[in-house]
């Protein structure tokens, strides 16, 4: 079965420093990626998502980059963190059978970052 | 712009109350809605909606999507206080936007 695994859950980062999250997909190959961003009371915003590797697509411009280094991996990155980055960060992954998001995401745990 | 659109923001009902949870959208190249539900972290999937008046069921959640109109509706029958959640509505045109959320607290 698949399961998708991301971490860290929660961190707390000074201004001004870096970032790095990650998500590993097991039990698929080829599988799209997505990363979410969660605001209080602003739903799900789509940051970025790749249908292969070293395929990224941003959807918004912000002060995060995001990369696939390999199949199954897909980390989340900022060189100098800003108050605004704080959120619920989410990772998701589809079926990459079709080379375009469709139907059921499944997603991970979550990370928990807080900028002070 | 907010393109899919949830109401009520939040709500609270007592235990055997039914609920109504309403998702308008409007996109270009719809191909289908999804409702997810998030206790506390990861969302979990409920429904897929692609055809207009054929309702999905699930237990006692039911959903049912109108095209027309552009909205579907999720209902929950004889509440329970673990269906206190936030209820996400995604709709998939070539990408999935998500709702604010509904906020569904169930009293004891």
Not at chain 2, 23 to 40: A, D, G, H, I, M
Not at chain 2, 56 to 72: A, N, V
Request: glycine fraction near 8%; charge should be neutral.
């Amino acid at each position: 079965s698949q399961t998708i695994h991301q971490w860290p859950a929660t961190l707390v980062q000074p201004v001004g420093s870096p970032l790095s999250l990650e998500c590993t997909v097991e039990g698929t190959s080829n599988p799209n990626l997505y990363w979410y961003r969660q605001a209080a009371g602003r739903g799900l915003q789509l940051l970025f998502y790749s249908v292969g590797i070293g395929q990224i697509s941003s959807e918004v411009p912000q002060n995060l980059s995001a990369s696939r280094p390999q199949d199954r991996q897909f980390i989340l990155s900022s060189k100098k963190l800003l108050l605004s980055d704080s959120g619920f960060y989410l990772c998701a992954w589809t079926s990459g059978r079709a080379k375009i998001n469709t139907g059921e995401l499944f997603f991970g745990e979550g990370s928990r970052l807080t900028v002070l | 712009e907010d393109k899919v659109v949830q109401s009520p923001l939040s709500l609270v009902v007592h235990e055997g109350d039914t609920v109504t949870l309403n998702c308008s959208y409007e996109v270009t190249n719809f191909r289908s809605l999804l409702w997810y539900k998030q206790e506390k972290k990861a969302p979990t999937f409920l429904f897929m909606l692609t055809s207009s008046g054929i309702e999905k069921k699930s237990g006692r959640l039911s959903s049912i999507l109108d095209k027309k109109e552009l909205f579907s509706i999720l209902n929950i029958t004889a509440t329970q206080t673990g269906d206190s959640a936030v209820y996400l509505c995604a709709v998939d045109d070539y990408k999935l936007s998500f709702g604010a959320g509904t906020t569904v607290t169930v009293r004891a």
